[in-house]
């Protein structure tokens, strides 16, 4: 069901499972508030023009929520709002090369274009670690990243330890993280990982047969067995360790495979368990998703989330990582200035050194930064991105979901519309209403375990280290209750 629009309130209906919620999105705050179905279906009269029907009843009850409404603090943006430049971190393309051979590879087997497969040098390494050190504030966040970079660890062992070193020298905290599609992740690496605080992040689409149909070796032998294992052995000594919570896997399915997206949760959750569980889109050339696609899509991430409704009261945690994205920035009121990190707060070095807004345009010499020999936050102004906020450009500055989105990425605008600024409409829709059934979910999590999903999210946004590379924007705490 379409919104409902009146003045800069919006109305949305969600039901999944016979169970319908009711919401407010105020635009000149982002403030979300729940309401009831009476409060709702006055605001679809006023809508309809029907306000000469309303009973005085019904009157009293609107006023009561205008009057509420305008004692809520504006957010103060402006169509020519200023981001300063920055750089929280930045993912090092360690290798350009890969053992796998994924169906769907947008990097060209991990080659990025190069004729031949290359590994990072430990030089190179050095300057990329000595640029983000310089150039981030106190915390820096290095990302290890492919290819697969595993096939580089020597190196990788070699770049910790310098980058400790130096980030000590300077007085700075350094986080490391890595992208693997796990087959080289054997206990010794693991065990390295981890103890030097690693988040890691591994690919696995599932069950064996879909995986090994979607990620075989580059001679085409299956993976998922050699996979499994090395992650059921990366979570329980990330138990030992204390290093859990750092811990996700995904899943990449291509648009005949979305109707598979519960199973292939449900698999990930019953044979691994892993704290954060994440399923995304292969990115295809346009056409290749449909909206009857991305609706077999929704009509799963609807069954994700009554099953994470059920096991919450054992779990205490939510495993669906957009859904945990979702939860939190509603919790927490926090107003991202961008939707998309690339080029703001993060960068991508590739294995000359080169530097990109983010690592899926590795390769695209037009949308090239700069060098680690020459670089400086200056060069951030050459990605055309950075003129943009949702706040300043259409369609995204009258969509109601631009507080909230996710599902804006400047490389998918420009493989499916060719504008770097503009999202699919197809896109656009998924995230509205994907959208839609995370409000459902944190409304009914309130409803059953209102203590313990309070709990929950305030450890979530107290922990949400630095994983954010938007700048945020203060504005007080919302509340849907």
């Not at 450009?393 to 600024?421: A, Q, R, V």
Request: hydrophobic share 35%.
């Amino acid at each position: 069901m379409e919104p409902i629009k009146i003045l800069d309130i919006i109305a949305l209906r969600t039901e999944i499972n016979n169970i319908k919620k009711y919401f407010i999105i105020h635009d000149s705050s982002g403030y979300i508030l729940e309401i009831d179905e009476g409060i709702y279906d006055i605001l679809k009269k006023l809508k309809e023009e029907k306000n000469n029907k309303l009973t005085e009843e019904e009157k009293i009850k609107l006023n009561e929520l205008f009057r509420y409404i305008n004692e809520l603090p504006p957010l103060q943006l402006t169509d020519d709002i200023e981001l300063p430049l920055y750089i929280l971190g930045g993912s090092l393309n360690i290798s350009q090369a890969c053992n796998f051979s994924c169906i769907y590879c947008y990097a060209d087997r991990g080659l990025y274009g190069n004729y031949k497969p290359k590994l990072m040098n430990f030089e190179i390494a050095k300057k990329s670690v000595d640029l983000l050190l310089q150039k981030s504030n106190k915390v820096t966040i290095i990302t290890f990243f492919g290819g697969e970079p595993l096939l580089n660890f020597e190196t990788i062992k070699e770049v910790v330890k310098y980058a400790k070193r130096r980030a000590n020298i300077l007085n700075k905290d350094v986080v490391f993280t890595i992208t693997t599609n796990g087959y080289l992740l054997t206990p010794e690496i693991a065990d390295f990982l981890l103890e030097n605080n690693f988040d890691i992040n591994i690919s696995l689409d599932g069950y064996r047969e879909l995986h090994n149909k979607n990620r075989p070796l580059a001679d085409g032998s299956p993976t998922y067995d050699v996979v499994a294992s090395n992650i059921k052995y990366t979570l329980k000594r990330a138990k030992e360790l204390g290093r859990f919570r750092g811990i996700s896997i995904k899943a990449t399915l291509m648009p005949d495979q979305v109707k598979e997206a519960y199973r292939v949760y449900k698999h990930i959750k019953k044979e691994f368990n892993p704290p954060i569980i994440a399923i995304g889109f292969a990115t295809l050339s346009n056409g290749a998703m449909s909206k009857k696609h991305v609706d077999m899509y929704l009509k799963e991430l609807r069954k994700i989330a009554i099953d994470e409704v059920r096991t919450f009261g054992e779990l205490n945690r939510i495993l669906f990582g957009d859904f945990v994205l979702q939860l939190t920035d509603i919790y927490s009121g926090k107003i991202k200035a961008q939707h998309c990190g690339a080029g703001f707060g993060s960068i991508a070095i590739d294995v000359e050194g080169d530097i990109y807004p983010c690592q899926r345009f590795v390769s695209f010499k037009n949308f090239k930064l700069g060098n680690v020999d020459s670089f400086s936050l200056k060069d951030l102004l050459k990605f055309e991105g950075q003129k943009y906020t949702p706040f300043n450009h259409e369609p995204c500055k009258s969509c109601w979901l631009k507080f909230y989105c996710h599902n804006f990425c400047y490389y998918d605008n420009i493989i499916y519309t060719g504008k770097i600024t503009i999202p699919q409409t197809l896109s656009c829709y998924y995230a509205k209403e994907k959208f839609k059934i995370g409000l459902w979910l944190y409304s009914k999590l309130y409803d059953e375990y209102s203590d313990k999903f309070e709990e929950y999210l305030q450890k979530r946004t107290d922990i949400s280290r630095v994983s954010r590379t938007q700048v945020v924007l203060s504005r007080t705490l919302s509340k849907t209750r």
